[in-house]
């Protein structure tokens, strides 16, 4: 085992003393939470370019309190009060008479000047709008445009229409608006956590709101904290035993250390380097929460699971990744077999969202009870403001300390058999055998 330390701390000297650590550590959760960072950067980023807009209204009301509407907003927001800089375009819209003889050559013709880019788009309002019937062609209202589902203007005009609907309603049915001005007041439900006793002093603690911050984007970002951990370590290990063998590094170096050794001293360098990363991203967090005062948010008891899940998630991808590197070839043969490598780690990504939605559902819980989904799924769980039970986090954990010394038994029988064969291509056949017979 001495050998296999000082093996694994070649490993992790070379590995962090590269430019390309360095440049991972800085980019990786840029990558991971690109959309985000993109999204917050160009929020304010938008297409100043004025909005053309026909409407061929067959109610004959509702298009004069469009263009009321669209003129009040094109008054009031198009510019910076400051700087009087434009930052939103201007929303014009203009009336056709609707023709009824042959109203889809008009749609028609219409849409050819959306493509054009005469106009942004056309809509058209049912002659029934007001009073809605049973026939659903009347009473509906239409809107065309080459984007129209994530249309900014569709979500827009909705508010001067239904606020037009609403008063044409009242007034018909004899009602006075401003003698009912709380009728369709919106009432917000707050979301709450749960009143509590503090077993230190037993008095009863207030529930506090609930917050998607602490209750989805937190538990995410430890989730994929841990995911990023495994995908640093796992996926170059398989690249790095190839490399090795394929240069006959490996030959040399088993003539001082035996094949479990050199196993052994791949993964834990992976876990020194994992380790590093993560106490870097971690001391980060925690100087960005304080700064930012939001630290009453942050759950730190999850920190004990995160780095103990951490340390068995490392050994068991990582023996798994080297055995599968030591039956390697050449590049292409570690590139077939990077993505069976990691596809364990991969799996939980697509599930995280009902999981972190419903922690306590029977589906996250059996979901991160399985050995190679708990490291991720069950730090995703901890992290939620929903109290787990204990003895779900320390059966996960019995799960994936069994299943890691597995990985390690069968990798270790996989990595001596097929590290120093050459020329013999990894078929899963033969992968079984070795692995089963050693």
Known sequence: MHRALRFALREYIAAVKTKGFIIGLVLAPIMMSGGAIA??????????????????????????????????????????????????PAYLFETVVPDEADPTSQRLALSERVRKGELHAFMEIGSAVVHPGENTDTRRIAYYGRSAAMDDLRGWVQWPINNTLRALRLEDAGIDQAQVSDLFHWVEIEGMGLVSVDEETGEVSEAARATPFESLLVPIIFMFLMFLMIMMSVPGMVQSVMEEKTQRIAEVLLGSIKPFEFMMGKVMGGIAVSLTSSLVYIVGGVVFVEAMAI?????????????????????????????LGSVCNEPKDA???????????????????????????????????????????????????????????????????????????????????AILMQGTPPKFASILRWALRG
């Open 295 to 323: 630290q009453e948010f942050v759950p730190y008891r999850v920190l004990p699971w995160f780095f103990v899940y951490m340390l068995f998630a490392i050994v068991m991808f990582g023996a798994y990744a080297a055995a």
């Open 335 to 417: 590139q077939s077999l990077t993505f069976p490598a990691i596809l364990p780690a991969v799996i939980p990504v697509f599930v995280y969202f009902p999981v972190a939605k419903e922690p306590l559902s029977t589906f996250a819980t059996w979901m991160s009870l399985i050995p190679p989904f708990a490291p991720t799924l069950m730090i995703l769980r901890i992290a939620t403001p929903e109290p787990v039970p204990v003895w779900q986090p320390i059966a996960g954990l019995v799960g994936v300390v069994i299943f890691t010394l597995l990985s390690v038994w069968v990798g270790g029988r996989l990595f001596r058999t």
């Open 39 to 88: 999204f917050f950067l160009l929020k304010d980023r938008v297409d100043t370019t004025d909005k053309t807009v026909v409407v061929i209204d067959r109610s004959g009301v509702l298009a004069p309190a469009i263009l009321e509407a669209a003129e009040e907003r094109n008054a009031r927001d198009l510019y910076d009060e400051a700087t009087r800089e434009k930052v939103r």
